[in-house]
């Protein structure tokens, strides 16, 4: 499966991600290639029905990536250490009608 992120602001792409999700080793592996930083592979840790967890404990930030449906929708996150300190950061889907130009 191929995906693609991309973060705008002022109608302008200031950075984009495309995301493989494939099977590595008998595991789902999550990898990111994101603009301007090396790509990175995270495996699988914890699967359920409504969830995903993927780590890669040396990756410098983050080490955890985590998808979690909802009713509503889609929640992600991100976490890990980063210049010794914990972060967290939640990311929050939803489906939107898609307008034609």
Request: net charge negative; glycine share 8%; with cysteine.
């Amino acid at each position: 499966m191929i995906g693609m992120g991309r973060t705008v602001r002022d109608e302008r792409t200031i950075e984009y991600e495309l995301v493989v999700l494939k099977e590595q080793d008998g595991r789902l592996a999550y990898e990111a290639h994101p603009s301007g930083q090396p790509s990175a592979v995270f495996l699988s840790s914890e699967i359920t029905d409504a969830s995903v967890v993927f780590e890669n404990a040396q990756h410098d930030f983050p080490q955890r990536v985590g998808y979690r449906r909802s009713e509503s929708g889609l929640a992600a996150w991100i976490e890990g250490t980063a210049k010794g300190q914990m972060r967290h950061i939640d990311f929050v889907y939803a489906r939107v009608p898609c307008a034609a130009h």
